[in-house]
């Protein structure tokens, strides 16, 4: 996927609303069905900043993310919405959503 492409998909429409940070971030991956190297584009954000916005804007982030990752995979574009963990309160080393906190640390 041309990631100049990606990034007009993504430009188009609405910024998130209210000012809230998303990232458009990509990655290499192996598809476990055809055992090639594919590329996904992650929408990240900071897990504690979207938490703590009141209910109103938080749904209205929601949307914005739902609709924005509808509207990339309706153009062919494998994307993914991915909270970034900053804080390790309440994570432990078995648990899942720890080990994906990692993953993304080493990869940022």
Excluded: C
């Amino acid at each position: 996927m041309n990631r100049d492409f990606v990034i007009q998909v993504y430009g188009a429409g609405p910024p998130p609303p209210h000012n809230f940070a998303v990232n458009l971030s990509e990655d290499k991956v192996l598809d476990p069905e055809t055992k090639e190297m594919v590329t996904v584009f992650y929408l990240l954000f900071k897990n504690s900043k979207f938490q703590a916005l009141p209910r109103k804007q938080l749904t209205d982030v929601a949307v914005w993310l739902k609709e924005k990752h509808d509207q990339m995979r309706s153009m062919g574009i494998r994307v993914l919405i991915q909270p970034i963990f900053d804080t390790q309160e309440g994570l432990q080393a078995d648990n899942l959503k720890y080990k994906i906190q990692e993953i993304i640390n080493k990869k940022l």
